[in-house]
């Protein structure tokens, strides 16, 4: 059974910074698998932001463009996400997902992806 568990939210205020982390158990993330962090606001649609496969290839929203970066640590079992600079447009639940696809895209649907975690929330203060 393939779990997702994310960790890392909180409450910072604008200008701060946060690392969410995406721990995956009962599965090893090898080839041809894509995760995306996804987030959600209230009274939003969900929105991928950020993508990295397995070979480490990632891709960014602008909105999150060089504030947000995202690494895959040796093992390949946990994803993480170092947000700096954060605005309270960032503000959201945090979700991260993953597919088998070798097709990774930050810009895609959350229908697409098959395993999910419970979500983290990132509130950040003006």
Not at 26 to 48: D, L, T
Not at 59 to 65: D, E, F, L, N
């Amino acid at each position: 059974q393939v779990q997702l568990a994310e960790s890392g939210g909180g409450s910072v205020q604008a200008g701060g910074s946060l690392r969410l982390s995406c721990a995956a158990s009962g599965y090893i993330y090898n080839s041809n698998h894509c995760m995306v962090w996804f987030r959600q606001a209230p009274g939003k649609e969900r929105e991928g932001v950020v993508s990295i496969d397995t070979d480490g290839s990632s891709s960014y929203a602008q909105s999150v463009k060089d504030r947000f970066t995202i690494s895959l640590d040796d093992a390949k079992s946990t994803v993480h996400l170092q947000m700096d600079s954060l605005k309270p447009d960032d503000t959201a639940m945090y979700y991260c997902a993953v597919k088998k696809s070798s097709n990774c895209y930050f810009r895609t649907s959350p229908t697409e992806y098959t395993y999910w975690g419970q979500g983290t929330q990132v509130t950040v203060s003006s």
